[in-house]
């Protein structure tokens, strides 16, 4: 039996607290296989500074997350999600990506090198839609979401992926 080169995979989406990308102050990750979501989990992170302005966007705050662990002390268990994956799904990888590789320079972390799957641009291969943002995918799709919710994002990316293979999409 020759091995999935879809499985497994595991999207993942960032909130930061303001506009540095090291800031992360909540995490999502959905993983699948065998086309499925076989486990979603999200965490709050207590990025290094209090300073907050994107309060309005995702609705955290210093007082939701100082009690949270930081990202190195959540890395092991972030690691043990994107260590199996064989590639990491993200609504606008090149954030979520740029995110993780900031918040693991600053504790002095090395991200596994995956490849990145970014599903703004495979919804617009796929489904030549003509706004690409997750909720109107979502909408398109009949995804549920709680927009800028970590945990709800990154499992509404997985299923756009899973959404996207059914419909013919592979791995190149």
Not at 11 to 16: G, L, V, Y
Not at 55 to 84: K, N, Q, S
Not at 122 to 132: F, P
């Amino acid at each position: 039996m020759v091995a999935d080169p879809m499985d497994p995979f595991v999207a993942i989406d960032f909130e930061i607290a303001n506009p540095r990308h090291d800031s992360a102050c909540a995490v999502g990750l959905a993983a699948c296989s065998g086309g499925q979501v076989v486990q979603s989990r999200s965490y709050l992170i207590r990025p290094p500074g209090r300073r907050f302005t994107f309060t309005g966007i995702h609705g955290l705050r210093w007082e939701d997350v100082r009690e949270a662990p930081t990202f190195a002390d959540l890395w092991p268990a972030l690691r043990g999600w994107l260590v199996p994956a064989r590639f990491v799904a993200a609504h606008n990888a090149k954030f979520d990506r740029g995110v993780l590789n900031a918040c693991c320079a600053l504790y002095r972390l090395r991200p596994p090198r995956r490849r990145f799957v970014c599903t703004v641009e495979l919804a617009r291969a796929q489904w030549d839609v003509s706004s690409a943002g997750l909720a109107h995918v979502c909408r398109r799709l009949d995804i549920p979401l709680r927009h800028h919710d970590a945990g709800s994002d990154a499992l509404a990316c997985a299923r756009i992926v899973l959404e996207a293979r059914a419909a013919g999409w592979r791995l190149r």
